[in-house]
């Protein structure tokens, strides 16, 4: 545990971080180690690691999750929350500016044709998104086969309640070959279900008031509780659900809209969830700017909580827990699964878009750069936005 003293010093290193960290969960967990673990030492790397391997198989944002555990772990609930909240803050306060800017655009009819290069980029970093996953997580016939019957599934059945049933049946078909993985000493499980149970009250209660009142900002924040609690894999499996959700089932802003938000997320620090705010702020457009902002906090906290209540929730009892070889068979199908859906939603998102040469070729141009240089994505998108201007 740090000292009270200590506390100031690890959230202004946190917010520094939520303003430098670039990239996604893999290279937020770079900068972590090279911050936390090499410069101040409030961890090791091993416990690093660790504690970001439990992250991985706990629904919800994973570089979040895991910066969030690391101030459980040196400063109890309390530090936890700050940390979280410090992290978010920027990329929240960035996402919800460029959603009401967006829309006083769109309310004084002025022309999106600056973004019309960024969209397509977009569907490139998505579909890179897919292959990062696919490459580094299925390893096994079985896991090829799970990967491709979840793109197809998710493609044909392009509905919010469709996902989690995906998710769920990969990591069950993968759980039955526990018995190829080496067994381990079983450690005893105590289990605390105080946090479990916040994370579950709230989920109903939300529920409950949202159907209830038909209030929106509540019911923003019951929808985007419920996918931060059902998301594997990190920002890019979270596109998806939200697309399929708040596009195409609920109507709430446009493709176009999306995909340029979506662009402009992967251009900023922080963590990629902050998206959401972005949408929240969107769907309560109509409500003015005050509302607007209601919506991006509504949809923020929404996403964010719920991996915070179930790491707060596994990390009492993970040493127990990981010796069992069922929960370890069963990440293989998990993000197996996972793949597939990013997969599936790299096309969903390039089928609005005109089908031109000109949208192909700056979607694999995307892919491209991203897999054989290192440019950045932000730097991309940057010159995509550069020419937008330029050419419009």
Not at 72 to 88: D, E, K, Q, S, V
Not at 203 to 210: K, N, R
Not at 214 to 236: A, D, T
């Amino acid at each position: 545990m740090l000292e009270r003293k200590a506390y100031t010093l690890f959230l202004r290193d946190v917010f520094l971080l939520a303003l430098t960290t670039f990239g996604g969960a893999q290279a937020h967990i770079a900068h972590f180690h090279k911050v936390l673990v090499a410069r101040r030492g409030y961890l090791s790397e091993e416990e690093l690691m660790e504690l970001n391997s439990l992250c991985q198989i706990i629904p919800g944002p994973t570089s979040t999750q895991t910066l969030t555990a690391i101030g459980f772990r040196l400063g109890g609930p309390n530090l936890a929350y700050l940390t979280l909240l410090i992290w978010m803050l920027p990329a929240v306060t960035f996402m919800t500016t460029a959603a009401i800017l967006m829309s006083d655009i769109q309310e004084k009819s002025w022309s999106l044709q600056f973004t019309r290069f960024i969209q397509p980029m977009a569907v490139g970093i998505v579909a890179y998104g897919a292959y990062r996953i696919s490459m580094r997580t299925v390893k096994s016939k079985t896991g090829i086969v799970l990967m491709i019957l979840a793109a197809v599934f998710s493609y044909l059945y392009q509905t919010p309640f469709v996902f989690p049933a995906i998710l769920l049946c990969g990591g069950l078909a993968t759980a039955l070959k526990y018995k190829s993985l080496p067994r381990n000493h079983h450690e005893k499980i105590v289990i605390s279900w105080s946090n479990f149970a916040l994370w579950a009250g709230v989920l109903i209660m939300a529920a409950s008031l949202g159907g209830l009142t038909g209030f929106l900002p509540i019911r923003i924040f019951e929808n985007f509780y419920r996918n931060g609690s059902l998301i594997f894999g990190g920002g890019q499996v979270l596109t998806p659900l939200l697309y399929t959700e708040f596009v195409e089932y609920k109507g709430y802003l446009t493709s176009n809209e999306f995909l340029s938000g979506y662009a402009v997320a992967q251009a900023l620090p922080g963590p990629v969830f902050s998206f959401s705010s972005y949408i929240g702020s969107l769907a309560m457009r109509e409500y003015g700017t005050g509302g607007e902002i209601v919506g991006a906090l509504m949809a923020a906290f929404g996403i964010f909580l719920p991996g915070t209540f179930l790491i707060f929730f596994v990390i009492r009892f993970w040493e127990g827990l990981k010796s069992y070889r069922v929960v370890r068979a069963s990440l293989e199908g998990i993000t197996a699964a996972s793949a597939g859906l990013v997969i599936a939603a790299a096309v969903i998102m390039f089928q609005p878009l005109e089908n031109s040469l000109l949208n192909i070729a700056f979607t694999a141009g995307t892919f491209l750069l991203l897999a054989f240089t290192r440019i950045p994505s932000p730097v991309i998108i940057a010159l995509g936005l550069l020419l937008g201007f330029v050419l419009k």
